[in-house]
């Protein structure tokens, strides 16, 4: 895209009908919220690890 | 006694080193080659490109640590490799010219019997006139690169503090860079930051690139399980970037970057301009440029390396279509195929081919992603080159016997998105294996159930440990060895 398309954030709104930004699915605030949420976070800490150990360990 | 020459100290040819030095025996020396007396955890440099970290908390220094684990360090920068020796004798010795305090501009000759390439990249900034630190851009790709662009970003926010608006282009500055994911941290950790500071609406940020679609990252992108169907990364990379209010141009080559405005070429074969206030774009990568003599003083340059100056190894460099590619094109031994006693670790090797599809624009101008080689797959392949030299030297065995095929290895990274203890966020991605096998997963390239990505604090929170946990082991400290690659 250029300049003169339409673009997201020049128009202060991220789904601008048509723009590039309008197609792409965007998080709820549930599923936002949970990104920082302690608890969730700390158990998703302990099954990325096992995740990438298990992916050290392939090799 | 034999000599092993380790060329650099960056993350292959430091973890080479220390594998090396612990398995061999006093009657062995290891030797590194390298221009800087400090090294450098590179990942964190992102953090110190927002202000976030010092220089000095993403590097030590270098002969401290080899002094505790008796390896010679020869700060210095390699230039010539004569593999047969010259017309005054046989052995095999690299010329280096000295870059010490006390050393400056003094030359040695360091002889070796086993030689290990770990020489990284050369940031090619000339290749896009005005780009990088020296032109009209920033860059990442050092801890003073990084270092300068925190105060530009600084700049930036203090003019946006005053009611400027401000464009922040950031991305790729060539048509066939790599290591779209360092840009793409850079990018992601910016907004953050101007988020933090209050400045966000001031700000436009646009990411620019040579990926012919967001996700691509110089790896084809990956498919992942989510929500019940296999998606591709574009899908979950373009939600990132929508939900920032980041822009995107995406199958550009930067053909120029004047004081504030990039000019680039589309895939479509269009020229294009964009203007900025701050850019941070990447270079792109090619071999350090060292050069190759035989006995009799011929140069042999391009028997050991490739033309884009990365070392020839044991890959098929044949140049296939894209369509005959195949995992088994990607070299297992890292053993040079003209003198078994090179090898090439980390950036240093030549890979066979991209990993991305190569396109070429309707003008003819390559604009896809080179192959990025991350710190992960460096390391591993370094260790267990350094564990073949070492039965090699101790005459277990005659010939490499572990292998580390990036087609058959996987790689796990941790891509940041802000740094915060408890705000912040990180992608966190593995996939297996980082070459796409279509012959073993016809449909997605690779194993689905060893491929996975998702964003949230907790990534952060692993990057943290990640950075001083490799720190840590890095200055070989106790149990140095148990902390993975
Ligand atoms: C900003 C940034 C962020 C990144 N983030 C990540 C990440 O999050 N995760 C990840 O996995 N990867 C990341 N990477 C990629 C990672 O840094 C590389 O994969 C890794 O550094 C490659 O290791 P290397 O040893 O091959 O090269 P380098 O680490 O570049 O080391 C090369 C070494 O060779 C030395 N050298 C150069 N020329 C000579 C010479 N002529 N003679 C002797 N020595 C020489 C250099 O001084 C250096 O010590 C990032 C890269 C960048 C730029």
């Given at each position: 895209m250029n300049d003169d398309d339409t673009s997201a954030t020049n128009s202060g709104d991220?789904?601008?009908?048509?723009?590039?930004?309008?197609?792409p699915p965007v998080p709820t605030r549930f599923t936002q919220a949970l990104r920082t949420n302690l608890l969730w976070q700390f158990l998703r800490f302990l099954v990325i690890n096992a995740r990438m150990l298990r992916m050290v360990r392939k090799h | 006694m034999a000599r092993l020459v380790i060329l650099g100290a960056g993350i292959a040819g430091h973890t080479a080193a220390l594998h090396a030095r612990r398995k061999l025996g006093r009657d062995h020396e290891v030797v590194v080659v390298s221009p800087n007396s400090k090294w450098n955890w590179i990942p964190s440099n992102i953090w110190v490109g927002v202000g976030v970290m010092t220089p000095e908390q993403v590097t030590f220094p270098l002969a401290p640590v080899y002094a505790k684990t008796g390896v010679t360090f020869v700060q210095g920068k390699a230039t010539c490799i004569h593999p047969e020796g010259d017309a005054e004798g046989a052995q095999p010795y690299v010329d280096v010219l000295l870059t010490g305090p006390?050393?400056?501009?003094q030359s040695q000759k360091v002889p070796y019997d086993w030689l290990i390439n770990a020489?990284?990249?050369?940031?090619?900034?000339?290749?896009?006139?005005?780009?990088g630190p020296n032109g009209n851009s920033l860059s990442v790709c050092t801890y003073d690169h990084a270092d300068h662009a925190a105060r530009g970003l600084d700049e930036a926010v203090a003019r946006m503090q005053k009611g400027e608006q401000q464009t922040l282009l950031i991305g790729?500055?060539?048509?066939?860079?790599?290591?779209q994911g360092a840009a793409f941290e850079y990018l992601f950790n910016v907004e953050f930051e101007l988020r933090r500071r209050g400045v966000r609406d001031k700000a436009k940020v646009i990411w620019i690139s040579?990926?012919?679609?967001?996700?691509?990252?110089?790896?084809g992108g990956m498919f992942l399980k989510r929500g019940g169907y296999i998606t591709h990364s574009r899908v979950f990379t373009e939600s990132l970037y929508t939900e920032r209010g980041v822009e995107w141009i995406t199958r550009a080559g930067v053909k120029e970057v004047g004081a504030r405005e990039v000019s680039y070429e589309t895939l479509d074969g269009e020229e294009r301009t964009q203007n900025f206030d701050f850019a941070m774009l990447l270079p792109p990568f090619r071999g350090v440029g060292l050069s190759a003599l035989d006995r009799q003083g011929d140069d042999i340059t391009t028997e050991l390396f490739a033309p884009n100056g990365f070392m020839r190894v044991?890959?098929?460099?044949?140049?296939?279509?894209f369509e005959a590619w195949?995992?088994?094109?990607?070299?297992?031994?890292?053993?040079s195929p003209k003198y078994k006693n090179i090898f090439a670790v980390g950036i240093a090797f030549a890979p066979p081919?991209?990993?991305?599809k190569p396109m070429v624009s309707a003008k003819g101008t390559p604009i896809s992603p080179t192959p990025p080689r991350t710190g992960m797959p460096s390391g591993v392949m370094a260790r267990q080159v350094a564990l073949n030299v070492v039965d090699m030297m101790q005459g277990?065995?005659?010939?490499?016997t572990r292998h580390a095929s990036m087609a058959r290895m996987g790689a796990a990274c941790i891509a940041s998105a802000g740094a915060s203890l408890f705000g912040g966020t990180a992608v966190s991605m593995t996939m297996f294996p980082i070459i796409p096998d279509f012959e073993k997963y016809?449909?997605?390239?690779?194993?689905i159930g060893y491929t996975s990505g998702e964003i949230g604090l907790a990534g952060h929170w692993l990057k943290h440990l990640l950075h001083y946990g490799f720190i840590y082991k890095a200055k070989a400290n106790p149990l140095w060895v148990v902390v993975p690659e």
């Open positions: 991220i789904r601008t009908q048509y723009g590039q930004s309008y197609y | 006390d050393t400056q501009g020489t990284g990249p050369k940031l090619n900034f000339d290749a896009t006139p005005g780009l790729t500055g060539h048509g066939t860079c790599t290591c040579n990926e012919h679609e967001l996700g691509d990252f110089g790896m044991d890959a098929d460099y044949s140049g296939k279509p195949s995992p088994s094109d990607w070299p297992s031994t890292y053993q081919h991209a990993i991305s277990r065995a005659t010939e490499p016809p449909d997605t390239g690779r194993d």
